[in-house]
Each structure stands twice: as C-alpha cells, then as structure tokens.
C-alpha cells in the first residue's frame, strides 16, 4: 500500500508547465501582431504621403507638359526666316557636334581631333562672318528695294500726271473733233448749195426736156439721147448736151473753193435684154461702163477735170423700174449724173 503511494507521488505534472508555454506563446503572437499592425499603420501613412507627393509631381508634369505645348505651339508660330548662309551654318555646326562625338570616343587620337575641332571652329566663325556678311547684303538688298519703291511712287506720280495731261489732250481732241465736225458740215452744205446751183443751172440749160430728167439728187440721160443702139459713141445730138452739160461743169469748178473735194459721178445702165453677142461687148456690164467712160472722156476733152469726173457700169443691175416691155427697157437704158464729195 505504501508501495503504492509512493509510485503515485512519484509522476511528473506536465500541465503547468505547458500552460505557462502556451501563454508565453499567446502573448508572443499578440506582440507580433501588434508589431505588425503598428508598422502596417506606419507604412500606410508612409504610402498615403508617397501616393500625395506622386499626385504633386503628376500636377506638375501636367503643367510642365501644357507649358511645354504652349511653347511648341508659339515656336510653330515663328516663320522660318533663314537664309541659305544660316542653313549652311547649321549644317557646320551639325558636323562639328559629328566631329566631336567621334572626338569624345577615340580616346587615343586627343592631339588630332583637337587640330580638327580648331579647324571646325576655325570654319564656324569664317561661316558666320560669311552669314553676317549675307545678312549685310540683306540690308543692302532691303535699302535698295526701299529705294526702288520710291522710284516706283515717283513713277505712279508721273504717270498720274501724263493721265492727266492725256485727259486734256482727249478733251482737246474731242473739241477739236466737234469743230472738224463742224467744219466738214459746212462743207457739206457748201457741197450741197453748189450741187444745187448746178442742178439748177443744168434746168436751165437743158430745158423742160422728156428724155432728161431729175431723179432725186441725180440728172437721169436716156441713152437714146446720147449713143445708137448697142453703141458707146456719143452721137451730134449727144455732143450737143454733153456742151452744155460740160461748160456748167467749168464754171462750177470755177465757182467751188479748192478745198472742197467734189466729183461728177456717171452711172451707165442698160436694160435687162442680154446683147447679141455679135457685136464688140459681151454683155451690157461692158456697154454700160464703156458708155461711162465715153462720157468722161468727152467732158475731160471740153476741159473738164479729170479729178472732177468717174465713170462706173451698172450694166442691168439697178434699174429705175421693175418689170418688162419696152417702156420699162427705154426709162432703164439712162446715163446718170451726182454731184457727190471725193
């Protein structure tokens, strides 16, 4: 019995020790978990700064980047105003940065790439004393066009003053035109009143006479009064009319200023019947014109002017009347006489 007992006393009591383990863990993991929570919090605010500062900065970015688009567009503004000095300029200095760069990596050939880029820069400013000389001549270029739009205002004053010279001068020539006009029609009816004169003279000389007779401003000869059938030969009775009609016409250029170009008009007509074809004319175009002419030449050898005097045919072609029959054949057959201007 009191075996027993004693091998009762003699076990071990593990609980409390795993008791106290178990709270040293427990609290253990809370001091974790605190620590956790406590930088967890540190580092959110850590990140809320971050997330603060990177919103500042995106600001900034985005006003740098509209600035920067401000300044592209106002530099797109700006017209390109080089000239081929400043391009070449441009292309010196793009081959001197070349240059440089393959300066900057041959480490080994420092001495030479110096000697060059001198050179280059030797070559910059002979270049830009040139783009300066080019700018001078640029200015010189500028003064003389200056000089060349005074030339011109010069110019368009002068020509200003010629217009309006030209415009008297116009005037002048209208008014001249308007007395030209005015004289020619007094000469026109210093023609008309001598043409009267004459016709009236002729009336006078010629008599009441059926076969001579006024028509309109002409005096109308029947041909019967003056050649033979199919003739151009003035007959006696002919030369006795073509007398008296040429001393009219002598003293009428005795009566007519020089001044006045006037002449008498004779129109030979036949009628519509076509010639034989036998005798010296081939159709009445040549009769009318040779009897004209045979008119002419006997007032030209009474003493007539010939520069007073034309003969033109009319063969069939403008008779008085229209129609047939011999009435109408004998009033066309007719030698016409107008006193008209040259």
């Given at each position: ?34 620590v ?6 540190f ?53 001197r ?32 004393q040139v ?16 000089a ?7 110019l ?17 020539i ?14 026109v009816?210093?023609?008309s ?8 003279r ?18 109308v000869f ?97 008779p008085?009347?229209a ?20």
């Open positions: 019995m009191a075996l027993g007992r004693r091998r009762f006393s003699g076990e071990m009591n593990y609980w409390p020790s795993f008791v106290d383990a178990l709270t040293t863990l427990v609290l253990a993991v809370v001091f974790m978990l605190s956790f929570m406590i930088s967890q919090y580092l959110s605010q850590e990140i809320s700064g971050k997330d603060t500062v990177l919103n500042r900065l995106n600001a900034q970015i985005a006003e740098l980047t509209a600035l920067l688009a401000m300044e592209r567009a106002s530099g797109r503004d700006i017209s390109d105003d080089l000239s081929q000095m400043q391009m070449s300029l441009a292309d010196m200095e793009a081959e940065d070349r240059l440089r760069s393959q300066l900057a990596a041959q480490t080994g050939a420092g001495a030479a790439a110096g000697d060059a880029a001198a050179q280059l820069t030797s070559e910059l400013t002979a270049e830009r783009s300066q000389q080019a700018l001078a001549q640029v200015e010189l270029l500028n003064q003389q066009i200056s060349l739009r005074r030339q011109i205002a010069a368009e004053d002068a020509l200003d003053a010629s217009e309006s010279r030209d415009r008297e001068s116009q005037t002048k209208a008014d001249l035109g308007k007395r030209l006009n005015v004289a020619l029609a007094q000469k009816q210093e023609l009143r001598y043409r009267s004169d004459f016709f009236g002729l009336r006078e000389i010629l008599g009441n006479r059926s076969d001579i007779r006024v028509v309109g401003d002409r005096f029947q041909s019967e009064v003056l050649f033979g059938s199919g003739s151009e030969q003035v007959n006696d009775a002919g030369t006795g009319e073509l007398d008296k009609l040429a001393d009219a016409l002598l003293e009428l250029e005795s009566e007519i200023p020089a001044e006045i170009a006037w002449v008498l008009r004779v129109d030979g007509h036949t009628d519509a019947r076509p010639l034989s074809g036998t005798g010296r004319f081939r159709d009445n175009w040549e009769l009318s014109a040779a009897r004209a002419i045979s008119v002419v030449k006997y007032l030209i050898s009474r003493g007539v002017k010939p520069e007073h005097l034309v003969a033109a045919g009319f063969g069939e072609f403008q008085l009347e129609g047939e029959g011999d009435e109408v054949f004998a009033k066309n057959r007719r030698i016409e006489l107008k006193l008209t201007e040259r």
